[in-house]
């Protein structure tokens, strides 16, 4: 059986084919040991368990994006995932109350099923070139253009080796 597998986030892209056995990449590992977010496996319960003690002292973006926490989550799907839940990329878990925690996990099953069920974001293509049909709030696309919510002005700066787009009024 050949298995794909595609590149982490912190790749450019990229799609790898190999034979059950033949891949040993620490986060195809890791991701195969946790439930998709897609799936029921990953409920509220589950998403509370990943906030412990050492994810609290991350940032918003590091908690979603480091360590496979949530298989297949990377940088450019987090943006949209985090301004619709209304928190800022670079703020510290631990001052997310468990209201806000909740939204995330909300923005979190919300976004993702909806980007799947539009054949991704536009911002990427499939293998025939075709854009997906999920229309991103936050990308390289929407950067410095008014927010949809609130019409403020949306930032983009570097951050944590990558990019991070938000709305200073509606991501706190």
Same mark, same amino acid.
């Given at each position: 059986?050949?298995?794909?597998?595609?590149?982490?986030?912190?790749?450019?892209?990229?799609?790898?084919?190999?034979?059950?056995?033949e891949?040993?990449?620490?986060?195809?590992?890791?991701?195969?040991?946790?439930?998709?977010?897609?799936?029921?496996?990953? +409920?509220?319960?589950?998403?509370? &368990?990943?906030?412990?003690e050492?994810?609290?002292?991350? &940032?918003?973006?590091?908690?979603l994006?480091?360590?496979?926490?949530?298989?297949?989550?990377?940088?450019?799907?987090?943006? +949209?995932?985090?301004?619709?839940?209304?928190?800022?990329?670079?703020?510290?878990?631990?001052?997310? &109350?468990?209201?806000?925690?909740?939204?995330?996990?909300d923005?979190?099953?919300?976004?993702?099923?909806?980007?799947?069920?539009?054949?991704?974001?536009?911002?990427?293509? +499939?293998?025939?070139?075709?854009?997906?049909?999920?229309?991103?709030?936050? &990308?390289?696309?929407?950067?410095f253009?008014?927010?949809?919510?609130?019409?403020?002005?949306?930032?983009?700066?570097?951050?944590?080796?990558?990019t991070?787009?938000?709305?200073?009024?509606?991501?706190?």
């Open positions: 059986m050949i298995r794909l597998w595609s590149a982490p986030s912190r790749c450019t892209g990229g799609m790898v084919a190999f034979h059950d056995g891949y040993d990449n620490k986060y195809y590992i890791l991701a195969k040991k946790k439930p998709s977010p897609l799936t029921g496996g990953f +409920d509220r319960q589950y998403f509370r &368990s990943l906030r412990t050492e994810t609290v002292k991350l &940032s918003a973006k590091a908690f994006a480091t360590e496979q926490r949530i298989p297949g989550l990377g940088n450019g799907v987090l943006q +949209d995932i985090l301004y619709m839940a209304g928190i800022h990329p670079k703020r510290k878990m631990k001052d997310v &109350s468990d209201e806000e925690y909740d939204r995330l996990f923005a979190v099953k919300n976004t993702l099923r909806m980007m799947a069920e539009q054949g991704g974001r536009d911002t990427e293509k +499939d293998l025939f070139g075709n854009p997906g049909g999920y229309v991103t709030y936050l &990308s390289k696309n929407t950067a253009t008014p927010c949809v919510k609130c019409g403020y002005e949306l930032h983009k700066e570097n951050y944590m080796g990558g991070i787009y938000y709305c200073e009024n509606c991501q706190k």
